[in-house]
């Protein structure tokens, strides 16, 4: 008999046998959706391990990046390569061949990763005012 703060739960009973209620269910399916924010360095370069985009039975589904900041009248450039923890490194999409995006105020750089990718290696560059972005930039991850 329980007669403390416990008994006043209203979550599902796990009993043997059972399966887990469909609310519990749905919130178990969602764990992992997405993490991060993780700061992008002022200077040098950020390196991010991530868990294998479409890493098989552990995690076969899809892997966004997302980047954003408030730039204010500026412009962010970044270089954004990626490796399969293997040491082989190329650009994160095919194009642009040099892996350069260029970042709006307020709007999100989502860009989808490649199977296989483990690695980040993201780095500030100048941008078409010759002058590398210095606010706050940050990335996280979607996993759908």
């Given at each position: ?101 260029t970042l709006k105020n307020g709007v999100v750089l989502s860009v989808e990763l490649r199977k296989g990718l483990r690695i980040l ?24």
């Amino acid at each position: 008999m329980v007669g403390d703060a416990r008994a006043d739960g209203t979550q599902p009973w796990a009993t043997i046998g059972s399966g887990l209620a469909p609310a519990a269910q749905e919130d178990e399916d969602d764990m992992g959706a997405s993490f991060g924010p993780s700061p992008i360095e002022r200077s040098g370069t950020t390196s991010l391990c991530i868990p294998p985009v479409q890493g098989g039975l552990a995690d076969p589904r899809k892997v966004w990046l997302n980047v954003g900041g408030d730039l204010g009248g500026d412009q962010a450039v970044l270089r954004v390569w990626g490796s399969d923890g293997a040491g082989n490194w190329a650009p994160v999409e095919a194009k642009p061949e040099d892996g350069l995006y260029t970042l709006k105020n307020g709007v999100v750089l989502s860009v989808e990763l490649r199977k296989g990718l483990r690695i980040l290696s993201v780095t500030r560059m100048p941008g078409a005012d010759g002058k590398i972005f210095g606010g706050s930039l940050s990335a996280c991850f979607e996993r759908q």
